[in-house]
């Protein structure tokens, strides 16, 4: 793995030259972590803008290309604008946008809390003490600004709308949230995300939707347009109410269980979710919904711990015959029938289907 960890990049105010005419070849010229610095109206303040943590997750990259090239000059925010472009040797791997990290690596967004990637599932990997560091430029590259408010741009795991995610519920987190989308989803699951580090001001995590949906990258672009333009002399204004959703619990695949997709039981061992399994991000799931099937292990290939850390499982799921199905209304979002990532993340996350909306 060839990677500086210990290299950053920094660009200020960059001419047409350095962002070059597509998202592509700007992309392709860039060494490796790279911060861009935008000029604003108010030189004393700051906002932050994360992308490519995940280097198969392009809409935030592209979107940010199309803001800073769409005029002859480079756009003039309310406020300072930092841009850090986080995973570029992943995301130019082979081919663009195909690798969340290198072959070998490690999940970026699972570095920045270093006991917790050290006890988990990376503790072992040779490359860990390089993501660590470079986790760390990232968030001292956020610090040394001291931003006044902070979006890191994802795309789900599969297709599915817009959402973001936030630790914490406040007016300018709703406002941040509206930019984007209509629904926040209240997270106090610890993973080591950039999301959940304190830089004293709000931090939302914007998942535009599914990574091959021509609407996410509008989705990150129109957001980016009014996180930028937005006064915020004091609080920044909403533009639309948001739906809240609370505590979210992701259901995993226990280790060394196959995990396979299909439009019908195949009786293949351990877990099997329905090829379509995606188009249940859109809307609820009712009680008795058929999601897939489960060899004679049943439930006990499956994990969902909630924040005390207690399997609750059988309060969503249920087994009948060997049909996985819902146990009671609820609503599932970040649902992928790509393996890998099914397998490395989680199957798919699950709230409450109840509706709050501030």
Known sequence: MDIDFSEITYLVDPCSRTLHADYQQFLLSLIGLTVIDISG?????????????????????????????????????????????????????????????????????????????????????????????????????????????????????????????????????????????????????????????????????????????????????????????????????????????????RLVIKPARKLSFSEHDENYSGVTLRKNIEQFNYGGCCNGLLLGWLDDHGLENLEMLNDQGVNVIEKYFKMVDNKLVCATNLKMFMASNQSNIARSDCLFYVVNNVNNYL
Not at 43 to 71: C, K, M, Q, Y
Not at 80 to 96: G, M
Not at 182 to 189: A, F, K, R, V
């Open 41 to 249: 109206d108010n030189f004393n303040e700051w906002r932050v803008i994360s992308t490519l943590l995940h280097g198969d997750e392009p809409s935030g990259l592209i979107a940010i290309h199309r803001w800073l090239t769409t005029e002859n000059a480079l756009p003039r925010p309310k406020t300072n604008i930092r841009i850090i472009i986080s995973s570029v040797e992943a995301a130019t791997y082979q081919h663009l946008f195909r690798h969340r990290y290198l072959p070998g690596g490690i999940d970026l967004n699972r570095c920045f809390n270093d006991k917790c990637i050290r006890s988990g599932e990376y503790a072992k990997n040779k490359h860990i003490d390089g993501y660590i560091q470079r986790a760390n430029l990232i968030a001292s590259a956020i610090s040394e600004v001291n931003p006044n408010a902070i979006i890191d741009l994802h795309n789900t795991s599969g297709n599915g709308p817009a959402f973001a995610v936030s630790t914490l519920i406040t007016p300018n987190v709703l406002s941040i949230t509206s930019y984007f989308c209509d629904t926040l989803i209240l997270s106090d699951i610890h993973l080591g995300a950039l999301m959940e580090l304190n830089f004293s001001c709000p931090v939302v995590t914007i998942e535009c939707g599914g990574s091959r949906d021509v609407q996410a990258h509008d989705v990150a672009y129109n957001g980016i347009k009014q996180f930028a333009q937005c006064d915020g002399h004091c609080a920044l204004p909403q533009d639309k109410a948001v739906k809240i959703l609370y505590k979210p619990l």
